[in-house]
């Protein structure tokens, strides 16, 4: 799958975000070396405070389903006209969640944050650099 193709992948799961506190949907994709792709939306809570983003949804369902590592590449699509359309870039929760399961398969994925007019790409270790995972544990 293309960059292009994973990129629509993510905005199609936008469009399930269960965002109406914040009214900032988002969609993540993750590909998998196996060519799967994982989707997650965000979820937010009357409680605010217990809202999910979508990447971490994401990761829980790649996890869920028994993926253990393979992250390659991750896209992250939020709502147009926020934020001065900048591209969207990880919170730092989502940052230690995907980091998890990279690390678990000793991957260090492209992460392709979405912007109306540019796309920026950075590896997950210069957004988490010298994280803390599973292999500090070992
Ligand atoms: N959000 C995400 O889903 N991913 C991010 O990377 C940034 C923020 C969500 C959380 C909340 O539901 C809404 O966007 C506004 O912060």
Redesign the pocket.
């Known amino acids: 799958m293309s960059d292009e193709e994973l990129i629509a992948a993510a905005r199609d799961a936008a469009a399930n975000a269960y965002?109406p506190y914040?009214d900032?949907p988002?969609g993540?994709a993750l590909r998998f070396a196996d060519g799967a792709i994982v989707t997650g939306t965000?979820i937010?809570n009357a409680s605010y405070g217990l809202?999910l983003?979508?990447?971490t949804l994401a990761v829980s369902k790649a996890l869920a389903e028994g993926r253990r590592g393979g992250l390659e590449r991750i896209a992250?699509v939020?709502p147009k006209g926020k934020g001065g359309d900048a591209p969207?870039?990880?919170?730092g929760r989502?940052r230690q969640t995907l980091n998890e399961i990279a690390q678990l398969g000793g991957t260090d994925p492209l992460v392709l944050c979405v912007g109306a007019n540019e796309v920026l790409e950075l590896r997950l270790s210069e957004l988490l650099p010298h994280g803390f995972g599973p292999a500090h544990l070992d």
């Not at 969207?88 to 919170?91: D, E, H, R």
């Open positions: 965002a914040s900032y988002v993540a965000n937010e809202s983003c979508a990447e992250v939020g969207i870039t990880p919170c989502c």
